[in-house]
């Protein structure tokens, strides 16, 4: 579906009648839907909700130009802000970032060997998490993640409402892309030729969200390794 505006699986009719199956969108570029057991993602949920609260928790994150993001975001690791990272929220309260756990390296490392196989596997472990909530009008523009010295594939997960996740390619924010529609639960995973391609969320679609979750809007936590 490169170049399509449309999303992989789409929202009609047929949408609740087929197993979605894994798909390679592009070479080191696999969506597993339905990934993380229910379970998990409420667990998962839980853990962002406490991450969240001050300090270094939920922010609006301004731009270079003096924009903002609509998308909120916390961090644990290192705090990503644009474009680099450091040891406290620079950009927010001051405060020195949550850390990692290891349980989310755990996390990570199984979801690169299911989509990508363990050789895929980085030496290093996963330091670094983005969590970004989405409201219903939030949106992403395209863009890399290149402020990491690591190669090691992202790993991004979704929790709550469904959205068009954009994959487009490593040279420019336009075509070619794929749009693919990711729910609660899903995963996607990036790396090797795909690691450095321009990536975005132009749409949500609220009230998509699973009603057992709890949730209204849409969580996507991004592992990554920081090579820092």
Known sequence: MEGNDGMDGGD??????????????APGAVHVP??????????????CREWARPPAGLRTVRTPGGGTMSAR???LGRHWYPYGYAPTAVDGDGAP??????????????????????????????????????????RMGMHRDSDERSDAPVVSLSLGDTCVFRFGNT??????YTDVELRSGDLFVFG???????????????????PEL???????????VSGL
């Open 12 to 25: 009609g009719m047929d949408a609740g009648l087929f197993a979605r199956e894994p798909a390679r969108v």
């Open 34 to 47: 339905a990934w993380l057991p229910a379970g998990r993602g409420r667990a998962l949920l839980a853990a």
């Open 73 to 75: 975001q916390v961090c």
């Open 97 to 138: 970032v949550k850390p990692f756990p290891a349980w989310l390296d755990e996390l990570a490392r199984s979801a690169v060997a299911d989509a990508l196989g363990p050789r895929a596997l980085p030496a290093e472990p996963y330091d670094i998490a983005l969590v970004n909530f989405y409201d219903g009008d939030a």
């Open 171 to 176: 040279e420019t924010r336009t075509r070619p």
């Open 192 to 210: 090797g030729p795909s690691r450095l391609a321009f990536h975005g969320v132009p749409r949500v679609h609220p009230g998509t969200a699973p």
């Open 214 to 224: 709890g949730l209204t809007g849409r969580l996507n936590i991004t592992l990554r």
